[in-house]
């Protein structure tokens, strides 16, 4: 499975403690596998959903003491008795993974938040609680960094998402900032555009910077993926500022060149 997959998920980077990857590879396999039963291949909705209901099923098992014989399942299964780790998660995951299947619009941003709280969240937390600094602070902090992690995502790929006719964008908002959804079915770029994304980029650029303390609270290999993580965060953001919002003509990927400043601003956070 393509390690790059899964955007907000650092899976065995080699910054990563030794002991952890293992686990980090178990809770990424049943994370990956779920959300491309819910996004990827042509299945109808309707199968997409059974699938993923067969999945909570499968974590009903786990929760029983009585795992399913798929290596995915079974592997998952150690790593939550070993790690005791919430299972509860694992079905806002899934939760998050059914919802992509039928729901296409956010009404505004409270709402886009709370698919980010099961869509994101959850990742970051199964992290913390991994190295035992699962806090109340820590949390917030962690829940800060993921949504804005999804959110960076989401403005990065609006195009992509508008082919699976999905929005992210609040409906809200666009009617805030007087943009039709037909324009991003044009790709067009405007002025108007440019003020909409920009407030966008703002919110969610704040929304990291708030969750960032969170780095000087994890211990040492793990303090430093998160740093590079929420770095790149940033510099996606920053891209996209540089574009003036236009992510039709000039959707950012990061390079050598971002990657090096990346790992300085990593030892100045």
């Known amino acids: 499975m393509p390690v790059d997959h899964y955007e907000n998920f650092p899976v065995a980077s080699l910054l990563l403690p030794k002991a952890l990857r ?21 299945a109808d909705d309707a199968s997409r959903l059974q699938a993923l209901a067969a999945y909570q099923a499968e974590l009903d098992a786990i929760e029983r003491g009585t795992p399913g014989d798929a290596p995915i399942f079974r592997d998952l299964a150690a790593v939550i008795a070993e790690w005791k780790l ?50 109340a602070d820590n949390l917030r ?9 999804q959110l960076a995502n989401f403005w990065q790929d609006i195009g992509i998402d508008w082919a699976k006719q999905r929005v992210y964008l609040p409906q809200a908002d666009l009617a805030r900032f007087g943009i039709d959804e037909a324009q991003i079915g044009a790709a067009r770029w405007t002025p108007q555009w440019a003020e ?16 960032l ?53 990593s030892l100045a956070c």
């Open 22 to 42: 293992q686990p980090i590879e178990a809770i990424y396999r049943f994370a990956r596998s779920a959300d491309d039963i819910a996004d990827e291949g042509d």
């Open 86 to 135: 919430p299972i509860v998660l694992f079905r806002d995951l899934l939760d998050a993974f059914a919802q992509d299947v039928v729901k296409k619009r956010y009404a505004d941003y409270p709402e886009l938040l709370d698919y980010c709280r099961r869509s994101a969240n959850p990742v970051g937390r199964l992290l913390l609680h991994l190295v035992d600094r699962a806090d």
């Open 141 to 149: 902090r962690s829940d800060a960094i993921c949504t804005a992690l």
């Open 196 to 211: 909409l994304i920009d407030f966008e980029l703002t919110r969610t650029r704040a929304l990291m910077l708030e969750g």
């Open 213 to 265: 303390p969170l780095v000087h609270q994890l211990p040492g290999r793990m303090s430093w993926e998160i740093r590079l993580t929420a770095q790149g965060g940033l510099r996606i953001l920053e891209r996209i500022g540089q574009a003036r919002g236009d992510v039709f003509r000039h959707r950012p990927k990061l390079g050598a060149r971002d990657w090096v400043l990346m790992a300085l601003r």
